[in-house]
């Protein structure tokens, strides 16, 4: 393994750079009519458009020779092939295991996963079906009509994210709750909308060890005991997707009611695991194996395909080229898809959780920028609050739109319209306007003179701002699937030049450790005084607050 920033074709692209900062893309259009065909390619139903970035054929050609010099080819394949890539916490990574079609086995210490996972997924088809049908009933003989989960991060935010997205797929009768936060205001109110007897709770977490989902947990589990006057109604009202069997019993689940999935899944990648049980008690169990299905595509595309012509390769290699060479601190995600809206926070963690890292695998500092900060909401309604700072401000921001052709639901012709702002943004972002077009116009405008010229550098913009487009023809559980595979793949790419370990994350963990220290402090009636000086006083403010 090296650093990225010694192959010589890093070297090059930094010089390519300089003589790129020269140039506009809208000449690069104007001078070659084959942009769009030079620079898109489809994969598994996806329509990647790359051809509105600063880029060229050298600097794809520099871009793909960094894939190559870091060997990726190889690392893709121990990735696959169940090697522990994961090496500073000794694990395989096989969140594609979850979702392998291919009928091959997929060894993990020279033991085949896949009888193990076609066990789960049996087990959680027919418990599905169970509680969809109406077979599955609660302690006191009724239907199931709520899910609430309970968990956090991976355990949480797939989770959201995908039923949220597939909510035009979901049964009727059925709602879907999540409870992630500490912050007990979000169990209570989500207690308050359900009835206890036809209400399913799932506890998910890979650890069963994180207090947030204990502490809730803990609270539902007494709430439901309490309204059913029993504990024996835990056993038709709790059940858990865990990798920690013994956690689970010790918290009262029986394992009978337990959905396992294993530590080669990592937190953020376990959508496709049993993590994805109230997305499969919403859509169904035939539709959960359809997103499954269209992560498995992108897995074949990725493995399969050329460097120069694999999405998740140039999606990363985009990336690396934003963030390391142009400086541009952020990534942005704009879903022109309200089914998407939780898509760019579940990206926050699948990127910046395995990205978010500044020494190399051999515990060397980086030599370069990694992760971007991922951020982003729904078109329009981004066009609305901060496409402003994206078009004018002084930061670069590249941006990926993401838009279907067809919505679920045709009214009028407003899918177009979601459609036409979609390519004007990004077309406006590439084009920007000219002082003389901007002085045309406010010439057609009838305004002459000084006003003229004072109003001139505000109707000016600087264009040349990168974006991507993925379209594909519906928000299905298959394209979904696929567009998750696609950036998973993408931020790995990029963990494998940047020479990094992108599935553990260490830097989660100080906080967890000195939360415990604050806790107690703040549970006692002693004054504060063994922390700095703020804490110590934000600290006994909360003492004096409480006690006034
Ligand atoms: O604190 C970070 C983290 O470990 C994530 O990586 C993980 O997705 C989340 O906490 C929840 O962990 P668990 O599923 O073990 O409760």
Redesign the pocket.
Known sequence: MSDCTQFPAWKELRDHKRDMAKIQMRFLFAEDPKRFKRFSMDAVGILLDYSKNRITNTTMRLLTQIALDAELPNAIEAMFGGEKINRTEGRAVLHTALRNQSGNPVLVDGEDVMPLVRGVLARMRAFTDAVRSGEWLGHTGKRITDIVNI?????DLGPVMVTQALTYYAQAGLKAHFVSNVDPSQMMETLAVVNPETTLFIV???????PE?LLNAQAARRWLVKQLGTEKAVAKHFVAVSTNTKKVQAFGIDTANMFEFWDWVG??YSIWSAVGLPVALMIGMDNFEELQAGGYAMDEHFRSAPLEKNMPVIMALLGIWHNDFWNADSHAVFPYDQYLGRFPAYLQ?LDM?SNGKSVTFDGKQVHCQTGPIIWGEPGCNGQHAFFQLVHQGTRLVPADFLVAVESHHPVEHQHEVLLSNCFAQTKALMRGKTRDEARVELIRAGMTGDSLEALLPHKVFPGNRPSSTLLYRKLTPRTLGSLIALYEHKVFVQGVIWNINSFD?WG?ELG?QLAGAIESGLLSDERVTEHDSSTNGLMNACKRMRAS
């Open positions: 968990g956090i991060g991976g355990s998910a977490s890979k650890t069963f060890s994180t989902t937190g953020r963690q959780e994350q989660v967890k």
